[in-house]
């Protein structure tokens, strides 16, 4: 699960900290496109030696470096953070994106409210903290069912910090 509770403070303080699941590390995007690499060796030794060599080699290089760009700029566009502190009194949430200023978002912990929308947000099972006038995503970057149970967790403890 790319989320993680941490223990409660002797203050009744805790984090979840949320971060999108990256199935590629740097090691694998490295294996992968050293792979790629040889794979599109194998055809290019039947033209060697020749100048046909010559006019498609620029053409799978280019491919090859496309491909590492868009795996590279997928892997830094997923460097999202989303840090949950709750404690009796205030939730305060913050969104660290890649590129961009962070955002905070505070309200008191008893009028928050986590609701979940099936529809009409930008990903089926939407979770959103309100409080404060404001409504806040967070875990748009989960997966739905991940979503569901962050739903949950969070529902549980918010009612347990807000109301005791």
């Not at 805790?14 to 590629?24: C, I, Q, R």
């Not at 053409?59 to 953070?81: C, P, S, T, V």
């Not at 989303?82 to 913050?94: G, I, K, Q, S, W």
Request: without cysteine; proline residues 9%; glycine residues 8%.
């Amino acid at each position: 699960m790319p989320y993680r509770w941490t223990p409660p403070a002797p203050d009744g303080q805790t984090k979840l900290t949320l971060w999108p699941h990256n199935s590629l590390p740097p090691k694998g995007l490295a294996a992968f496109v050293l792979a790629t690499f040889v794979m599109l060796l194998v055809p290019l030794s039947a033209v060697l030696g020749t100048v046909l060599l010559w006019g498609l080699l620029p053409f799978l290089l280019l491919a090859l470096f496309g491909m590492w760009y868009a795996l590279e700029k997928n892997g830094r566009d997923r460097q999202i953070l989303e840090v949950l502190t709750l404690d009796p009194t205030e939730a305060h949430l913050v969104r660290r994106d890649p590129r961009g200023p962070e955002r905070h978002w505070n309200s008191n912990t008893y009028w928050v409210s986590v609701s979940l929308h099936e529809n009409g947000g930008p990903v089926p099972f939407y979770v959103t903290l309100k409080g404060s006038g404001r409504e806040v995503e967070i875990g748009a970057f989960l997966s739905e069912d991940e979503r569901k149970a962050l739903y949950a967790d969070l529902s549980q403890r918010i009612r347990q910090l807000a109301r005791p």
